[in-house]
């Protein structure tokens, strides 16, 4: 693991080293720009400084005189600002103004006169420090013309030398390695300490997508110091770096990040000229640069040969690296978007190749894939014109169906389609792909643009592409689009359904079905009509409307667009779907990192936010990090949307805390405090957690008391989500099993998630074998959902799931139920082994093995695992 020193992050073998570096002789630390090279060097001075080691650090600036082929000039500098860190000569004066009088560009142009400056300069360092040898920190050393005549008179005079050089580039040769008997060369950060790194640069932490993002920009450059605060800073500068609490997120995260300004990239670009500008841009392509195009991208035949050329350099300097089919691309994406922010863009570049391919030799003179890559890859930079509708006919196929060059080519065919009904099939097919890849923002901006001409009987589709946009990211659709698609009626009418969904309506699965279901089978048949058979992912419509009353649209999608639709990787829906379905499924890792990204999105309405964040507060509890869940309870204010849900997790955490009474009383004033609420699942959920607190305290009055609410909340609602939880709260407060796998039955025929009321899938699958009030006991943990190993208090829930074929294969002995039923009774190893007269080493072999067989590794999940139990539980979705 790295280690911090100082203001130093990682780089701890390489200090070691450096700060031994008296035994070994000279040493030479070499690395790329950026690597740290100089921070490695400020740290060995402090930590030398701290052993009270005489230090002599001498940097060599860039802008030296050329004519100070040994950088005296530097070292004398340095010796009088440092001068009074060592014990001197006496006369150590007089050697300085000889130094000074013989390093004169005259005196380096007399070889006589330089060999004195030399001697001089030897006498010098000899008079450095009368008591101890000094190290002398050489930074930058390569930058002399003779680096190693520089050092000797130090290295002579008994002192120990360390330089800091670049890593000569390739062909060129290595004086300084052969130089120095010791070098010591900086790799690339490891994960953790670049990760640090950024954090500190940043000020704080990043969203795991801008730190990603981040990455991916920097490519091989990644965990290089340098690049990385350099590439931070350039964020903050340009304004892309906001904080949303203490979290660090990028401002417009679909635009890449580009390589700061004077990044060795870039700088090493320019003896190329324009020509190195143009193929690290067709490079950093998502498909590549075909070797076979060069001679387009280049522009003619004779730049073809420079263009080759260049293309080698580039892939030594590991700026670009070509593969064994032939496509050159850009080690550093980075320097892509850095190069297309200067010359406007790729598809501009694209373009006018694309032209030029056409007016040399027309369209039947030119490979179709040649000119049909560079026609997609310039999307409307490219002017309308027939001949290249039909290039883009002819290479149907030049993409994969799920690819971003298929979006690409899919919207090329549209621009350049003429008008009539081929243009309107070419839009129909855009806006199905971008569904089906789940490309919802690359949709808002084609809608944006198709509404501007577009035929009345193509309208309705587009508006439904308007709305999935709008919803996916959150924005409500523009006022222009809205005014555009208005002059349709059937469009007209799928746009305000997202006129209702932004002012915060409740919106039906029967709404969505309605208005999507028609457009969809426009051009690709669905079943007919609305209602419960519209479906085409058969799901039961209850659970559907629940995932409604939550605002998440993703079941109800899937159901309607069956297989055309994606949940797509990013944005404020699909964060808050995995948040949901992270939960449930007792993914939590990824639920709580889907409910922080949820937090830097701007589009994303208060219920949905305080939703997300109770789950992740849930979660938490159980997790054992009460700290970080009451933060996320504390951002949920008590008078907010889901006041009952609110009371759910706060009843979780005081039980958490060991304080089952009062988790009891402030649940049950939280019900009474809003009868009337339209949180109903928030509420079903509390009252089961109500009924199995009050059935776990074992009193009678409070079981009385939580049966009448569930009775009062049913008679007050009438519905079947209610019946099925007065029904669950009976068979909870009464601990009567039989009548709690009654009430499963009757929800379970209801089709909804009322069995959400008993952990996201509270009546498992017959791979957990487990009784009903065992199931009851996890009230609302989701299944397989497990803690960090080491947590004394519940570390593992009991949704692990064990192998079957271990239950089958290894049967319980008679010792083993007795003592998995006193670990069911709380009782400890030695309580065990007094009861059934054995040592406590003898008990503890028993439970490993138990551990092993039940698949869990804590008490508290083998006594709520299903080991020892009858196989008698229905699957919770079977």
Not at 370 to 377: D, K, P
Not at 649 to 677: K, M, T
Not at 726 to 741: C, F, I, K, N, P
Request: aromatic content about 6%; charged content about 25%.
């Amino acid at each position: 693991m790295a280690r911090r020193r100082g203001g130093l992050v990682g780089r701890r073998v390489e200090l070691d080293a450096l700060v031994e570096a008296g035994v070994a002789g000279p040493t030479v630390v070499r690395g790329l720009a950026g690597s740290g090279k100089t921070a490695l060097l400020r740290e060995t001075r402090r930590v030398l400084a701290d052993r009270m080691v005489p230090v002599l650090s001498v940097p060599f600036p860039a802008d030296g005189p050329a004519w100070d082929l040994f950088g005296f000039r530097a070292v004398l500098r340095a010796v009088r600002e440092q001068y009074e860190d060592f014990d001197t000569d006496s006369r150590l004066p007089d050697s300085l103004d000889d130094v000074s009088r013989l390093c004169t560009e005259a005196g380096y142009a007399d070889p006589w006169t330089r060999f004195c400056l030399l001697h001089a300069m030897s006498t010098l360092f000899t008079r450095l420090s009368t008591t101890a040898s000094v190290t002398v920190l050489l930074d930058d050393l390569d930058r002399l013309t003779e680096p190693v005549v520089a050092a000797a008179p130090m290295y002579r005079a008994g002192h120990t030398v360390i330089a800091a050089c670049r890593v000569p580039l390739a062909g060129t040769a290595d004086h300084l390695g052969r130089a120095f008997p010791r070098t010591i060369e900086l790799e690339p950060l490891p994960a953790e300490p670049t990760s640090e790194l950024l954090r500190r640069t940043a000020k704080g932490p990043l969203t795991p997508a801008a730190e990603q993002a981040i990455r991916d920009a920097l490519g091989p450059w990644w965990g290089n110091p340098g690049a990385v605060v350099a590439t931070v800073t350039d964020l903050r500068e340009r304004g892309r770096l906001d904080a949303t609490g203490e979290v660090f997120h990028l401002r417009g995260p679909e635009a890449p990040v580009a390589l700061p300004a004077g990044h060795p990239v870039l700088t090493g670009l320019a003896r190329f000229g324009n020509l190195g500008k143009r193929l690290v841009l067709l490079a950093s392509a998502p498909d590549g640069l075909l070797v076979d195009d060069l001679p387009f991208a280049a522009g003619g035949e004779g730049d073809a040969r420079d263009a080759g050329r260049a293309v080698d350099a580039l892939i030594c300097d590991g700026v670009l690296e070509c593969d064994a089919s032939g496509t050159i691309r850009c080690r550093v994406p980075g320097a892509g978007t850095a190069v297309a922010e200067e010359m406007g863009g790729r598809a501009r570049l694209h373009g006018e190749i694309a032209e030029r391919l056409r007016g040399s030799a027309g369209v039947a003179g030119v490979p179709l894939d040649t000119l049909a890559r560079h026609v997609v890859s310039a999307g409307r930079e490219l002017p309308r014109h027939p001949d290249y509708a039909e290039v883009l006919r002819d290479a149907d196929g030049l993409f994969a169906a799920d690819s971003a060059g298929r979006t690409r080519h899919v919207y090329a065919a549209w621009w350049h389609a003429g008008p009539g009904s081929g243009r309107a099939m070419r839009q129909a097919e855009v806006l199905r792909h971008l569904v089906r890849v789940g490309d919802y923002r690359t949709m808002a901006d084609f809608v944006a643009e198709a509404a501007r001409d577009v035929d009345d009987e193509a309208t309705a589709e587009l508006a439904a592409g308007a709305v999935l946009a709008a919803v996916h990211l959150g924005h409500p659709v523009p006022a222009d689009v809205r005014e555009r698609l208005g002059r349709s009626a059937p469009a007209r009418a799928v746009v305000d359904l997202a006129g209702r969904w932004f002012a915060g309506d409740p919106v039906a699965p029967h709404d969505v079905s309605a208005h999507f279901a028609p457009v969809w089978q426009h051009s690709r048949p669905v079943a007919p009509g609305p209602g419960p058979r519209t479906w085409r992912h058969r799901r039961p419509e209850a659970s559907l409307a629940d995932a409604c009353a939550v605002r998440d649209l993703v079941p109800v999608f899937e159901a309607v667009l069956g297989s055309d639709y994606r949940v797509p990787a990013a944005g404020p829906l699909s964060a808050y779907h995995r948040a949901r379905t992270g939960y449930a499924e007792g993914r939590w890792n990824e639920a709580l990192g889907a409910v922080e990204e949820l937090e830097v999105h701007d589009g994303v309405d208060e219920f949905v936010r305080e939703h997300a964040r109770l789950l992740a507060a849930e979660m938490c509890g159980w997790q054992g990090e009460g700290v970080r869940a009451a933060a996320w309870l504390a951002k949920v204010p008590g008078t907010g949307h889901a006041p009952h849900l609110r009371a759910w997790v706060e009843a979780g955490l005081r039980h958490h805390a060991g304080e089952p009474e009062e988790a009891f009383e402030a649940g049950r004033r939280a019900f009474g405090a809003h009868p009337f609420s339209r949180d109903e699942i928030g509420a079903s959920r509390l009252l089961c957690r109500l009924a199995w607190l009050a059935g776990r305290i074992g009193d009678t009055e409070r079981c009385r008391t939580v049966v009448a609410v569930a009775e009062e909340y049913h008679e007050l609602r009438s519905c079947p989500r209610s019946f099925g939880v007065l029904a669950l709260v009976r068979g909870l407060a009464g601990r009567d099993e039989s009548q709690l796998h009654s009430a499963e039955r009757l929800v379970r025929r209801r089709g909804g998630h009322e069995l959400v009321l008993l952990g996201e899938s509270a009546a498992r699958s017959s791979e957990s074998p487990r009784s009903r009030l065992h199931e009851a006991a996890e009230f609302s943990r989701p299944r397989g959902a497990t803690r960090p190993a080491g947590k004394a208090r519940e570390a593992v829930p009991p949704g692990v799931r064990v192998p079957a074929e271990l239950q089958a294969a290894e049967p319980l002995s008679g010792t083993e139920l007795e003592i998995l039923e006193l670990i069911r009774t709380g009782q400890t190893n030695r309580q065990i082994a007094r009861s059934i007269r054995m040592s406590e080493k003898t008990v503890e072999k028993h439970l490993s093995r138990l551990f092993v067989k039940a698949g869990c590794r804590t008490r508290y999940g083998l006594a709520t695992s299903g080991l020892g139990r009858r196989r008698d539980v229905v699957g919770a979705h079977g």
